[in-house]
């Protein structure tokens, strides 16, 4: 890695630790952009109120490429009877 030319390995070892973690945080430029283009599209003019803690949770189900069974899910819940 690059910083290992200016940063000794018993000096600074959290400033290493911490450039290694943001160095690996986005292996391409594209998921850096696709992860920007995701922020904007969650957090339009339409959603002003979202909360930051609501934004990366968004953002992480996003990125994530985890998607809902809807139709499992509506499948086990059981229809209430009226009074």
Do not use: W
């Amino acid at each position: 890695m690059f910083y290992q030319n200016y940063l000794e390995k018993d000096n600074f070892p959290q400033l290493r630790k911490f450039a290694r973690r943001l160095i690996c945080a986005f292996g391409s430029t594209y998921k850096c952009e696709q992860f920007f283009s995701l922020m904007k599209v969650t957090k339009s003019t339409h959603r002003t109120r979202l909360t930051d803690d609501n934004l990366e949770n968004s953002l992480r189900l996003c990125i994530s490429g985890i998607n809902a069974n809807i139709d499992g899910l509506v499948s086990r819940i059981q229809a209430q009877v009226s009074h």
